[in-house]
């Protein structure tokens, strides 16, 4: 982790943060740190900054904490995703969160096995437990807001032309589209298949509520390669 | 996988394949393919086309060959990467190959553990296995080189040169550096760090050696997503 993420209620008076469990385990047995060292702390939702280690032993750690950064803009966008399977789940919610995704859509999809529905991953402490990853691993503080639609057809008929409006709609799909676009300056929506891709019937579907499709080469990426890829060719 | 890959071996006269072992159970039992069925096929090292299979049982798959589709194009990069963790390491060599890199070098580096040296993931037939899932997933039949380096210095400074030698060389590194260029049209060499990023040391080496460091902005990537997103960016 590069970025040591604190809460309001580790705080102890204005500067002053007591650590334990997760973190202080991480701090001794991964990050080693000792008494007097600094290292790069944030508060969730709020600045970064530094640390001081004033205490550490094995019950708890002790910091003076000084925070006057700010944290990394996130991406004009909002991001629709067929879900993936659990593993992958787990890795693209840090793949997002750490990119600075600010908006993520887990939408079911033809192709998405019924059973991924199932996972326990889908949790709401366990996908804020992938976002905090993400955050701690890219130096950033504020959680992306995760939108869970089990029901393709009425979110896209009936909420995503208001959720996309104002942007630039796309969906990646292989076949014979035009390439996606680099570098845009507008705030993008965009589609991402499960792995064998949209059905024609969604991507028509997506189509009617603004988002057009766009290809990027004659390779099929698995969906975890296909998410960076995309966010870094966009922007 | 979307590609059926095959070897000379398995050709029984011009056209005609017979297939046993990994292949035929993955065709049975996450294709679920009968005989009748047409499938994406690709011979190692040559053409793709399309497979008829002819008879399927436990024992063994029949298909009828036609093999008259060219292969994407690779891109024009020689990539360095300092070794990474095992885990990190099999998913990478199938994004890599995937992608279609052409040659990578596993590096040394400062911030490399010694331990990862040891991984039986190195073994040729480790790698090798890796590298087909990559290409069975973007439909590619050409395996990347892969050219393993355990000493960072003489590498660079030996061998470095006149591997990047007409290319544009460049080391990916968080800092005070120029953006990383978009949609470039020359060959390019990259070097991507380990967690934790390259020492100061080694980015003065690899600029010695003609690599200009750039940076991808002010978020940490895990190296599984500092590859895909700078190669979507470069190319």
Known sequence: MNLLLLEDSDFIS???????????????????????DSLRVGLLDGLMGEGLITALDEHHAELDVRLDAVVPDKLPLTLLLALPR????????QTISAMGVPRLVLLN??????SFWQTPFLSPEAIREQLLLGLEQARDTVLPE???????????????????????GLTGHPGNYPDCPRAVSQPVTLAIGPE?????YEVELLEK?????????????RVENAVPALLARLF
Request: a positive charge; zero cysteines; glycine letters at 8%.
């Open 146 to 168: 995760i939108i869970i639609e089990k029901r393709f057809k009425p979110f896209v008929e009936d909420r995503l032309p208001a959720l996309a409006a104002g942007s630039l």
């Open 209 to 221: 509520a603004g988002l057009q499709p766009v290809q990027l080469g004659a390779r099929i990426l």
């Open 196 to 200: 064998g891709g949209w059905i024609p």
């Open 14 to 36: 204005a500067n002053r943060v007591i650590l334990q469990g997760r973190r202080l385990q991480h701090l001794r047995a991964v990050q080693r740190v000792e008494a007097g």
């Open 86 to 93: 659990p593993k992958m789940l787990k890795r693209i919610l």
């Open 109 to 114: 999809s033809y192709r998405v096995e019924k």
